[in-house]
């Protein structure tokens, strides 16, 4: 019975009133036809027979008194029993009979010879026998389309309508439910996903907005350095011009200070432009060899290692093969094999790909003291690139803010001209590949640098 009720409900708009309306066809048919009948039967039972009459039999007695007897009779029919017309012939013994006469009537349908009573009930029946059809044909229609907009219609448009109050008043933790297989149930899903796109395309619009906040907070944060070391000079080379003993060594090394200052400012108005530039990149995935792509990658990376006096350490790992591993240390001058992933077709945007190990890479060489090791994975349609150095880790405040995607300049004493914001960008690119980055210190020591993509085709 269920399931009978879930199909009835799963119908499509079209079949389902189309059945609706031939149920109510058929039983607005069977009812016209009852009272159609009913009205006729009782009107045949008011008006007259035409092939029926009247005998009348009246008898008048020897004291004068008469009787009178009738009897209805159908012309066509058997003749019922009727008393005996013609007298026995009289007895010497008992008395004489009354002289009977005898008269018939043919009955005639007229309506004018109905009593008041039963005219009206005949012209009830009439008007009842040409109104009944229509009557019923119009509570057919209403009580159709009642069940029909009930059944079908109701719910899912007061659940759109729901939805779409929800959505003006920007409120997209919301899900509109309507399990029926019909165009509604369609509509409602379709409706469902647009929903889902629109809470997606918010989060990541309100996800741009934190990005771009963060970014101008930390910009502006790094900015009151140089401005206050220019402002503080100008104030020191004020005071050296007033006291007349501003000699032309301190000038030079005044002018050397602002001129580093107003670099560092430079170099941060071209980060800023640089981020602003990242939200117009799109991945343009092509099929690949991951063998290819990694052994060009880390043969770009070992030059680059060699360059920073560093010495890289790459392994690879991927389906039906075993780790392999390989070193280059920095003071060689060849070019040495090194490991690279099996040979299987990946869906990448190269260029993309290497300019997050670029940035990613460039950061550790800077932080590392000797070691970066540089492991690529590949499995179930995952390419995992793990970048490990050998410094000093990433600072907690960075690792707290982990979830976020951009980060603060990450500087050091050594290296104050350094923004830090490499894994900045590397991280917005790798969610422009549909991929992800993870931070964290590994146990061994150092910074480690987790990414990972959707390399399907």
């Known amino acids: 019975m269920d399931n009978l009720k879930r199909k009835w409900r799963s119908l499509p708009l079209r079949t389902f009133f189309m059945l609706t309306v031939l149920i109510s066809f058929c039983t607005i048919a069977l ?71 005898y008269s018939i009537e043919k009955i005639e349908p007229s309506y004018q010879r109905l009593t008041p009573k039963r005219k009206l009930a005949y012209t009830v029946c009439g008007i009842t ?12 229609v209403i009580l159709c389309s009642f069940y029909f907009y009930r059944r079908k219609l109701k719910l899912p448009l007061q659940l759109l309508s729901e939805a779409t109050v929800q959505i003006a008043a920007q409120n997209l933790d919301f899900r509109p439910e309507y399990d029926c297989g019909d165009e509604m149930g369609g509509l409602c899903r379709s409706f469902i996903q647009m929903q889902e796109a629109l809470c997606a395309n918010t989060k990541k619009m309100w996800t741009m907005l934190e990005e771009r906040k963060m970014l101008q907070a930390s ?64 991945a343009k995935k092509q099929e690949v060899s991951a063998m290819r792509l990694s052994a060009e990658l880390t043969e770009d990376f070992v030059l680059m290692a060699r360059q920073n006096q560093r010495t890289l350490h790459v392994s690879c790992s991927g389906p039906g093969s075993h780790v392999l591993s390989g070193h280059s240390d920095h003071k060689e001058t ?48 995952v390419l995992s ?10 600072p907690k405040s960075i690792l707290q803010k982990d979830e976020k995607i951009l980060l603060s300049p990450v500087l050091s004493p050594a290296q104050e001209n350094h923004m830090g914001i490499g894994i900045a960008v590397s991280r917005i690119l790798c969610h422009r590949h549909g991929g992800k980055l993870c931070l964290s210190n590994s146990p061994l020591g150092g910074a480690m640098v987790e990414i990972s993509f959707d390399v399907s085709l």
Request: hydrophobic share 40%; proline share 7%.
């Open 385 to 394: 690139i793990t970048v490990r150095d050998d410094g000093s880790g990433f």
């Open 334 to 381: 060849c070019s040495k094999a090194f490991p690279t992933l099996p040979d299987i077709p990946i869906g990448v945007d190269s260029a993309l790909i290497y300019r997050i190990l670029e940035n990613i890479i460039g950061n550790a060489m800077r932080f590392s003291r000797d070691d970066i090791f540089l492991t690529f994975a590949l499995e179930d349609c």
């Open 31 to 101: 009812l016209s036809g009852l009272i159609l009948s009913g009205c006729a039967a009782f009107r045949h039972y008011l008006l007259p027979d035409s092939d029926s009459v009247y005998l009348s039999i009246q008898k008048t007695y020897e004291d004068g008194t008469e009787s009178t007897e009738s009897y209805l009779l159908r012309l066509d029919d058997i003749p019922v029993q009727l008393p005996q017309i013609v007298a026995d012939p009289p007895s010497p013994e008992a008395p004489a009979s009354p002289v009977p006469r």
């Open 219 to 282: 910009l502006s944060h790094d900015l009151r350095n140089p401005i206050a070391i220019i402002q503080g000079y100008a104030e020191h080379l004020e005071n050296k011009a007033q006291n007349r003993t501003l000699s032309g060594e301190s000038a030079l090394h005044i002018a050397h200070s602002i001129g580093l200052a107003a670099k560092r400012m430079e170099d941060y108005a071209q980060s800023l432009h640089t981020l602003n530039q990242l939200e117009d990149i799109t």
């Open 129 to 140: 026998m040409v109104a009944a059809p229509a009557v019923l044909s119009l509570a057919g």
